[in-house]
């Protein structure tokens, strides 16, 4: 694995990787809890029937429709840990932009949400086939993430999108500031490794007062037009 001093690529993809199944266990944790809670509850209102209590039909079926919300969420959670894992298949795939970057916000949902952070995805105007390293693009587009994330106010909006323009695609990541510090130049000291091994480049843009842009530029392999 490359390094740029003391970064190395193959280091901080295990710090990505960590950050991701973290965020993902405590998902299904506050999941797994919630249904337990309403679990007692039923268990609860059935020692009130064997006591000879009548029992409450509209309260019985709110608990149940909340375990099946709950339950619903949960299976959502693994669904999307499935799909992260399996683009670990193979180093250099062909992944579909408007199926990965909804993926990756996904992912990302519960670190936002701890902030306050509105993320949202603008869209494609095509869909975007891409051969590349799905891991690394991942870890790329999280990275720039994390820099509008780690200074951002609470109900501030980051803005993901992705497009093509002549043989090159591009995702931009749209936020208010970056902070300027250690962390952040560590992040992006590995953004730039991470770009370089997906044959790419990132670049920082002002686009207006207290707006501020990352965009990941890499090579047109492929394109599936809608």
Known sequence: ???????????????????????????????VAIIKEYNGLLEDMLLGVQRGNPIDDKKVERVSKKIASQTEKGTEIIKRFN?????????????????????????????????????TFDGMAESITLKTNPLL??????????????????????????????????IEITGSKIAENDLIESAIQTLE?????????????????????????????ETDRA
Not at 93 to 111: A, M, Q, T, V, Y
Not at 138 to 156: C, H, I, K, T
Not at 195 to 204: A, I, Q
């Open 193 to 221: 490794i991470v770009m370089k091994n997906l044959n790419g480049v990132f670049e920082k843009k002002i686009e207006g007062k207290d707006k501020q842009a990352v965009i990941l530029t890499l090579q047109d392999l």
């Open 1 to 31: 694995m490359p390094t740029d001093g003391n970064i190395k690529l193959e280091d901080q993809s295990l710090v990505f990787l960590g950050k991701i199944m973290a965020s993902i266990s405590h998902e299904l944790n506050n999941t």
């Open 137 to 170: 693009l991942q870890q790329a587009v999280f990275l720039g993430l994390e820099m509008f994330m780690a200074d951002a106010d609470s109900n501030s909006q980051l803005i993901l999108s992705a497009g093509k323009t002549d043989n090159k695609v591009y």
């Open 83 to 119: 799909k992260f894992a399996h683009s670990m298949d193979y180093p250099v795939n062909s992944i579909k932009l408007d199926e990965l970057l909804p993926l990756i916000i996904g992912l990302s949902r519960r670190l936002t949400e701890i902030k306050g952070i509105y993320l």
